[in-house]
């Protein structure tokens, strides 16, 4: 006999509330245009990539040992990064903020505990709250994708949610937070308060980040992540801002040496050469509001976007659109409320491709009507 038994995963005592349950992911296809996943479309340069190989050469010759746990070099030069007064005892770093979140709600959340967040937003939170055992609750935002800041505030003072998330620029809509409703918001939450910022770096020029808030909230974490205006989503490294013992609260959840010596050596090359790599982020919000107007001229709704992706429709069938779009070689995301789509900003050739495969689609696509 070789290999394993092959029960079925029915077979298996998994957990309960596991059951029927998928893997999450968008469909990783190989087609000539990906706007699907938000990633910076600009590999890096010739000179960073040299960088990352002698970097990675170092961190080899001592392989045999575990990496630096605390991460100490890697949080001190996230620190100077954000700014804003912030030292290596306010950062905390993971793989991914992905991984910072199911840190935070590991830390603060829990069984018998509760987070709250303002729909649509980014489909993985529900995975992390059911990972870690914490009760998920939504309530909407406006039909403009804004946040309702009364009704936020009555949910809250009603639902004493022991976590309270906000993405700013939301995901999948791209649309932002004031900083006084993210104010209203620290003000009323009974627990601690997460502010995800993965997209900060694509706002329009003037936008407050939550950071400033942090003085005054001592419950306060702002997230971010190196994947999408820093090109680095296959580093895997996200990163939070919070009080130094909001931090300890994460570093007793964490597994030890999260965090290995190659993402952290690799990750603090990127660091040192930020100019360079997020030097297309403005080309990007260029693009994106370009891609915005032309959406509006065919007459669609498209959601004003902070972000580098922005959400459009609406769409009677968006499964089939999406389809005869993959049909010509665009990969977009079929995410978001019913009838609507997500498509990542790229390369201005890849947005042109866009544009050309949605217009051949568009006159047979049919629009969703008022419900
Ligand atoms: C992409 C994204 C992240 C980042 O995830 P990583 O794990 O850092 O790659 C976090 N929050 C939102 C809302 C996102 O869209």
Request: proline share 8%.
């Amino acid at each position: 006999m070789s290999g394993t038994a092959d029960p079925k995963l029915t077979d298996l005592p998994l957990r309960p509330e596991l059951k029927g349950e998928e893997p999450y992911g968008a469909p990783q296809l190989d087609v000539p245009v990906l706007l699907n996943v938000n990633e910076n479309p600009y590999p890096p340069s010739a000179a960073v990539i040299a960088d990352i190989g002698r970097a990675i050469t170092d961190a080899a010759a001592s392989m045999n040992r575990y990496p630096e746990r605390d991460a100490m070099a890697l949080r001190d030069d996230l620190a100077r990064y954000l700014g804003h007064g912030l030292t290596t005892a306010n950062v905390w770093a993971a793989n991914g903020s992905n991984e910072v979140m199911t840190h935070v709600l590991g830390a603060f959340g829990g069984p018998g505990r509760s987070a709250l967040t303002f729909a649509p937003s980014y489909s993985m939170y529900p995975e992390y709250a059911r990972n870690t055992h914490t009760e998920w609750l939504t309530v909407p935002r406006r039909p403009d994708f804004s946040l309702d800041v009364d009704l936020a505030l009555r949910s809250i003072a009603e639902i004493r949610p022991d976590v309270v998330l906000v993405a700013s620029p939301n995901n999948p809509t791209g649309t932002r937070a004031e900083l006084d409703q993210l104010e209203a918001l620290c003000d009323a939450a009974p627990g601690v308060v997460v502010i995800d910022e993965a997209y900060a770096e694509f706002a329009r020029p003037g936008t407050r980040s939550a950071l400033e808030l942090l003085p005054k909230y001592p419950r306060l974490a702002v997230s971010r992540t190196m994947s999408k205006a820093f090109a680095f989503a296959g580093g895997r490294l996200g990163y939070l801002a919070a009080a130094p013992a909001f931090v300890d609260a994460l570093r007793i959840v964490r597994l030890p040496y999260h965090l290995s010596a190659v993402t952290q050596a690799v990750a603090r090359v990127a660091l040192a050469h930020a100019p360079e790599m997020l030097r297309q982020v403005d080309v990007l919000r260029g693009e994106r509001d370009e891609l915005e107007r032309w959406l509006q001229t065919t007459g669609l709704d498209a959601a004003e976007s902070d972000a580098n992706f922005i959400l459009f429709g609406r769409f009677a069938d968006r499964h089939q659109v999406w389809q005869q779009l993959l049909d010509r070689g665009v990969l977009i995301r079929e995410t978001g409320p019913q009838g609507w789509l997500r498509v990542s900003v790229g390369t201005p050739a890849e947005n042109a491709a866009f544009r050309d495969a949605l217009t051949e689609v568009l006159p047979t696509a049919e629009r969703a009507g008022d419900e």
